[in-house]
């Protein structure tokens, strides 16, 4: 079945950049999304990219896709205490007609001041 | 800013009572979902709706149902709680167009059944 796999922590120190990294197996997906989590919040989705691009950047966030290796990374520049969350990688795809998401375990980020 | 609300942030209940768990969206999105978040384990899906009164099983639907009689709110049902669906319950609302995502999550549902 489709699997989405992440590290379970990072540790940075506050100002340093983070690259958060996720594998991915299903060759189908259209969507790869990443979310923050908040202690005791829902999710927030941060940006997605559509699986015919390579990168998106917004802001301090950047997002590498490699679909060849299905790899997807989240690199967040110049990382603020306020980063500190879990960050979920996800992945969808069309499945009976309607679009499909498989999540990720989550990336802990712990951001040293 | 209200996007996504839950009824309850917490709740207890005992196992074999009925629990509803209550999802509003005030964004006119036609996907609603519910998720179920475990440690390790990330979301898995358990049901969601494209639309007014469809439903559509998710990964783990054993234990659950739903209802959407209205656009904007969607209900999970226990029909009879039990200890290992103590979990945290997350309804998420969508918008999926050519090329563009919207998704909102809400604040979560800490469900323990003792």
Known sequence: ?113 | DVKVTQSSRYLVKRTGEKVFLECVQDMDHENMFWYRQDPGLGLRLIYFSYDVKMKEKGDIPEGYSVSREKKERFSLILESASTNQTSMYLCASSYLRQGSVEQYFGPGTRLTVT
Not at chain 1, 2 to 22: A, H, K, P, T, Y
Not at chain 1, 31 to 43: M, R
Not at chain 1, 74 to 98: H, K, M, N, P
Request: net charge negative; hydrophobic share 30%; glycine share 8%.
């Open chain 1, 1 to 113: 079945g489709e699997d989405v796999e992440q590290s379970l922590f990072l540790s940075v120190r506050e100002g340093d950049s983070s690259v958060i990294n996720c594998t991915y197996t299903d060759s189908s997906s259209t969507y790869l999304y990443w979310y923050k989590q908040e202690p005791g919040a829902g999710l927030q989705l941060l940006t997605y990219i559509f699986s015919n691009m390579d990168m998106k950047q917004d802001q301090r966030l950047t997002v590498l896709l490699n679909k060849k290796d299905k790899h997807l990374s989240l690199r967040i520049a110049d990382t603020q205490t306020g980063d500190s969350a879990i960050y979920f990688c996800a992945e969808s795809r069309v499945s009976g007609g309607y679009q499909k998401v498989t999540f990720g375990t989550g990336t802990k980020l712990q951001v040293i001041p």
